[in-house]
């Protein structure tokens, strides 16, 4: 079973900044906060990852609360080509390559004109 | 990022047939590689593990004499649907563990029809 809980759809105008919720209050010390979204049928694409400190890249930022029990994807400026499926998966690397994704129902985000 | 893909994007075949689907790691090996299924408007499950050399790891529920899993080289996994029957129509997506960054990289995916 997914370990997270995240809305299940979101609107935002385009060129604004997206704010994506996610609880993990189950997350354990070894597990990491994962990122993905899926365009329409298309293969989930891998968005960003983090630990406990805050994290950004090319595409996205990510805010992880101080007790780890909840995150927040931020899209800094959303265009029409962000509407996807956003996933927040916890995930416990132990296993290295072979660590289980496992998602849940993750939120509809559609960014309008 | 690490490139996946799969072969075919798309196959319709007759109830009681069997379909192989392709998943391969472009420029990286990988060890590890994962099947999920997808039915519409709902979320990845999760197969199976394939590890190269050995046998795959099924997910609860996941009949594994249905859904075989061959792992034979460093870069290609295939699943095979045998016996397809409707029901068996979905999404099919691979994705494959990459080494460097300890991480999954997932193929366009594979859509089955079983008529």
């Known amino acids: 079973d997914a370990k997270t809980t995240q809305p299940p759809s979101m609107d935002c105008a385009e060129g604004r900044a997206a704010n994506l919720p996610c609880n993990h209050s189950t997350i354990s010390g070894n597990e990491y906060v994962y990122w993905y979204r899926q365009i329409h049928s298309q293969g989930p694409q891998y968005i960003i990852h983090?630990?406990?400190n805050n994290e950004t890249n090319e595409m996205a930022s990510l805010i992880i609360t101080e007790d780890r029990k909840s995150s927040t994807l931020i899209l800094p400026h959303a265009t029409l080509r962000d509407t996807a499926v956003y996933y927040c998966i916890v995930r416990d690397l132990t296993g290295g390559t072979a660590s289980k994704l496992t998602f849940g129902t993750g939120t509809r985000l559609q960014v309008t004109l | 990022g690490a490139v996946v893909s799969q072969h075919p994007s798309r196959v319709i075949c007759k109830s009681g047939t069997s379909v192989k689907i392709e998943c391969r790691s472009l420029?990286?090996?990988?060890?590890?590689m994962f099947w999920y299924r997808q039915f519409p408007k709902q979320s990845l499950m999760l197969m199976a593990t394939?590890?190269?050399?050995?046998?795959?790891?099924?997910e609860q529920g996941v009949e594994k004499d249905k859904f075989l899993i061959n792992h034979a080289s460093l870069t290609l996994s295939t699943l095979t649907v045998t016996s397809a029957h409707p029901e068996d129509s979905s999404f099919y997506i691979c994705?494959?563990?990459?080494?460097?960054?300890?991480?999954?990289?997932f193929g366009p995916g594979t859509r089955l029809t079983v008529l």
């Open positions: 420029d990286f090996q990988a060890t590890t």
């Open positions: 983090g630990l406990k």
């Open positions: 394939s590890n190269e050399g050995s046998k795959a790891t099924y």
């Open positions: 994705s494959a563990g990459e080494t460097l960054y300890n991480e999954q990289f």
